[in-house]
């Protein structure tokens, strides 16, 4: 029985989710019938990058997936409950292989042997979980990178077993990668279905159509300058190294990546440049984290392009960078409604990294942690930026079906977004504005940033404004129902964990220390109240939020326009470079 005849649920009802899950079971189990494949025609060099120090972890029992730690030592993986689903994705996708690999010793090997051929008789016939297009392109292209350490010195009926269950999963995928949500979900089935093709006898077939859906996709999700709808730098990271991978599979196979595909390589290559912070890691943006550790340095080597980052916008963002300091700006507006389900209300916020240390960040992506810190780090005070109480520029509206589930989309959002660069003597300056609390209050939010040309000083001045005369007839009526009390808002600045910082000069600035030694200070103008509170750095690879503090420059709008100025420094006694040799905090697993 084919899909393609079979009347679907319109998407995002009530029936969709039950719909896919079905097909999905469906095809899996008739993937059985394929002919198995015996043996490898050719195996990808082994390009995915593990943690030792998780890989241990893992010998020791120690589960952490999704933000979830789990301790059973000595227990068999499939064995555990999982807390949440994105627990269970990882588990079944395998990723734990690379840091098994990583620690690269007998007793890792013998453990993912162990998993593995439990997994097979469990999970093999196409039951589970597991079954997803995207999951699944993830497991094949671990159990293809590490058939060495998953096959050797095992019997002949579990390389046969391991040899059946991948052709099936191949199969599986060349059937249902259609139905992978838009995005990296469906990049992932593909690279799958590409390595599978290309490795497994029998399978080649596969190879031609994979290549061709997979340069479809590049042209159809990678924008002109290089990004994607969702605008989260993480998961294009994840998409290009995907590319890359494909890429170099085919190379090595013999065949030539379609051009479609190599030019989305050539295109994002200096995006993420664009959105790489000094330290090496990206920029916190809608629903996106750092990246894995040596991901982003890997995947731009293997790619081999050049090219620099864009004096322009990059998938949305600015860039200012001089000396040993980075700045990225939200300069554009979020993601569209029908792909914001990661999407934050984060427009004008930035984030500054001196060296190897962040010092201003977002809150971050919550996810991990639930759905209240997932809704928390989404608002607009989570995000160093303008915030009017109690509004985001952005707002959370109904549920909406992005392909395996229903999430919380984003509703009136900024229309206006504007953002130019300026260089003078001063330095490279922003200068950008967002009308997101327009329809609300008839302000408009406008930020300058300039940046000098040793980077030791960021001057900023933020202006929240009336600036036509419908805005104004909103703004006084927003004045007549709180009875002239004006409009309340903050800036904020929110620091990472690691800096130390106290109120000083009586209270009228904020010293900022590194752990490299150097030592920044916060001044303002003395337009606004100035507070030193608490905040939280929602981190990923940990099991709760960290504790951190935030500087909050609070004023009220009364008139037509608030201005406030302020600056970020280098204290004087600071050295251009100094010699950071502080080790930097394992991640708790």
Same mark, same amino acid.
């Given at each position: 029985?084919?899909?393609?005849?079979?009347?679907?649920?319109?998407?995002?009802?009530?029936?969709?989710?039950?719909?896919?899950?079905?097909?999905?079971?469906?095809? =899996?189990?008739?993937?059985?019938? =394929?002919?198995?494949?015996?043996?490898?025609?050719?195996?990808?060099?082994?390009?995915?990058?593990?943690?030792?120090?998780?890989?241990?972890?893992?010998?020791?029992?120690?589960?952490?997936?999704?933000?979830?730690?789990?301790?059973?030592?000595? %227990?068999?993986? #499939?064995?555990?409950?999982?807390?949440?689903?994105?627990?269970?994705?990882?588990? !079944?996708?395998?990723?734990?292989?690379?840091?098994?690999?990583?620690?690269?010793?007998?007793?890792?090997?013998?453990?993912?042997?162990?998993?593995?051929?439990? #997994?097979?008789?469990?999970?093999?016939?196409?039951?589970? &979980?597991?079954?997803?297009?995207?999951?699944?392109?993830?497991?094949?292209?671990?159990?293809?990178?590490?058939?060495?350490?998953?096959?050797?010195?095992?019997?002949?009926?579990?390389?046969?077993? @391991?040899?059946?269950?991948?052709?099936?999963?191949?199969?599986?995928?060349?059937?249902?990668?259609?139905?992978?949500?838009?995005?990296?979900?469906?990049?992932?089935?593909?690279?799958?279905?590409? @390595?599978?093709?290309?490795?497994?006898?029998?399978?080649?077939?596969?190879?031609?159509?994979?290549?061709?859906?997979?340069?479809?996709?590049?042209?159809?999700?990678?924008? %002109?300058?290089?990004?994607?709808?969702?605008?989260?730098?993480?998961?294009?990271?994840?998409?290009?190294?995907?590319?890359?991978?494909?890429?170099?599979?085919?190379?090595?196979?013999?065949?030539?990546?379609?051009?479609?595909?190599?030019? +989305?390589?050539?295109?994002?290559?200096?995006?993420?440049?664009?959105?790489?912070?000094?330290?090496?890691?990206?920029?916190?943006?809608?629903?996106?984290?750092?990246?894995?550790?040596?991901?982003?340095?890997?995947?731009?080597?293997?790619?081999?392009?050049? +090219? =620099?980052?864009?004096?322009?916008?990059?998938?949305?963002?600015?860039?200012?960078?001089?000396?040993?300091?980075?700045?990225?700006?939200?300069?554009?507006?979020?993601?569209?409604? &029908?792909?914001?389900?990661?999407?934050?209300?984060?427009?004008?916020?930035?984030?500054?990294?001196?060296?190897?240390?962040?010092?201003?960040?977002?809150?971050?992506?919550?996810?991990?942690?639930?759905?209240? #810190?997932?809704?928390?780090?989404?608002?607009?005070?989570?995000?160093?930026?303008?915030?009017?109480?109690?509004?985001?520029?952005?707002?959370?509206?109904?549920?909406?079906?992005?392909?395996?589930?229903?999430?919380?989309?984003?509703?009136?959002?900024?229309?206006?977004?504007?953002?130019?660069?300026?260089?003078?003597?001063?330095?490279?300056?922003?200068?950008?504005?967002?009308?997101? @609390? +327009?329809?609300?209050?008839?302000?408009? !939010?406008?930020?300058?940033?300039?940046?000098?040309?040793?980077?030791?000083?960021?001057?900023?001045?933020?202006?929240?404004?009336?600036?036509?005369?419908?805005?104004?007839?909103?703004?006084?009526?927003?004045?007549?129902?709180?009875?002239?009390?004006?409009?309340?808002?903050?800036?904020?600045?929110?620091? !990472?964990?690691?800096?130390?910082?106290?109120?000083?000069?009586?209270?009228?600035?904020?010293?900022?220390?590194?752990?490299?030694?150097?030592?920044?200070?916060?001044?303002?103008?003395?337009?606004?109240?100035?507070?030193?509170?608490?905040?939280? @750095?929602?981190?990923?690879?940990?099991?709760?939020?960290?504790?951190?503090?935030?500087?909050?420059?609070?004023?009220?709008?009364?008139?037509?326009?608030?201005?406030?100025? #302020?600056?970020?420094?280098?204290?004087?006694?600071?050295?251009?470079?100094?010699?950071?040799?502080?080790?930097?905090?394992?991640?708790?697993?």
């Amino acid at each position: 029985m084919s899909e393609t005849y079979q009347e679907a649920p319109s998407p995002g009802s009530k029936g969709a989710q039950r719909w896919t899950r079905g097909l999905n079971r469906l095809q =899996a189990g008739l993937a059985g019938f =394929a002919r198995p494949a015996t043996a490898f025609v050719s195996q990808p060099e082994p390009r995915t990058i593990g943690s030792h120090a998780r890989g241990r972890q893992l010998l020791a029992g120690n589960f952490m997936f999704g933000g979830h730690l789990i301790e059973a030592p000595g %227990a068999m993986i #499939w064995n555990l409950d999982p807390p949440e689903p994105p627990f269970e994705e990882a588990l !079944h996708g395998f990723t734990w292989l690379d840091d098994l690999a990583a620690v690269g010793d007998s007793a890792a090997r013998q453990l993912a042997q162990d998993w593995l051929r439990e #997994w097979i008789a469990r999970f093999g016939a196409g039951r589970g &979980p597991g079954w997803t297009p995207d999951t699944t392109g993830r497991r094949i292209i671990r159990w293809i990178n590490h058939a060495v350490m998953l096959l050797g010195a095992q019997p002949r009926d579990r390389s046969a077993a @391991y040899f059946r269950c991948l052709t099936r999963q191949t199969v599986f995928l060349g059937r249902r990668w259609r139905s992978a949500a838009p995005g990296l979900p469906r990049f992932e089935a593909l690279t799958g279905l590409v @390595y599978a093709g290309l490795a497994l006898e029998g399978m080649d077939r596969l190879v031609a159509p994979a290549t061709r859906a997979l340069a479809a996709e590049c042209r159809r999700r990678i924008g %002109a300058e290089g990004g994607l709808p969702t605008r989260n730098p993480e998961e294009l990271l994840e998409v290009f190294t995907l590319l890359t991978w494909a890429s170099a599979a085919l190379s090595e196979a013999g065949q030539m990546p379609q051009s479609d595909h190599l030019a +989305a390589i050539e295109r994002i290559a200096p995006t993420l440049r664009a959105l790489r912070h000094a330290d090496g890691g990206l920029a916190r943006f809608h629903g996106g984290g750092r990246g894995l550790e040596g991901r982003l340095d890997h995947a731009l080597a293997a790619a081999g392009v050049r +090219a =620099a980052a864009p004096a322009g916008l990059a998938m949305g963002y600015a860039r200012l960078s001089a000396g040993r300091t980075s700045l990225v700006m939200d300069a554009a507006a979020p993601p569209p409604t &029908p792909v914001s389900y990661n999407g934050h209300a984060s427009t004008l916020a930035f984030e500054l990294t001196s060296g190897r240390r962040p010092l201003i960040v977002n809150c971050g992506a919550g996810g991990t942690f639930g759905e209240a #810190w997932r809704r928390a780090g989404r608002a607009t005070p989570s995000h160093s930026t303008l915030t009017i109480d109690g509004f985001s520029s952005s707002r959370l509206g109904p549920k909406g079906w992005t392909g395996n589930r229903f999430r919380e989309l984003l509703v009136d959002q900024p229309g206006d977004v504007r953002c130019h660069r300026l260089a003078g003597e001063a330095g490279t300056s922003l200068l950008a504005s967002h009308d997101g @609390y +327009a329809p609300t209050h008839g302000l408009t !939010h406008v930020r300058r940033l300039t940046l000098s040309a040793d980077g030791r000083n960021l001057a900023g001045e933020d202006t929240l404004g009336a600036l036509s005369e419908e805005d104004r007839m909103r703004f006084e009526q927003v004045m007549d129902r709180t009875a002239l009390q004006g409009v309340g808002y903050a800036l904020r600045f929110h620091l !990472h964990p690691d800096v130390d910082a106290t109120l000083d000069m009586g209270g009228t600035a904020v010293s900022m220390m590194l752990k490299s030694g150097e030592i920044w200070v916060f001044r303002h103008d003395g337009a606004a109240e100035l507070g030193l509170e608490r905040s939280v @750095y929602l981190e990923k690879g940990r099991l709760k939020p960290r504790a951190t503090k935030q500087i909050v420059l609070s004023s009220v709008v009364m008139d037509y326009a608030s201005r406030i100025g #302020w600056s970020l420094a280098k204290a004087q006694e600071t050295p251009t470079a100094t010699r950071d040799v502080a080790r930097d905090e394992e991640p708790a697993d």
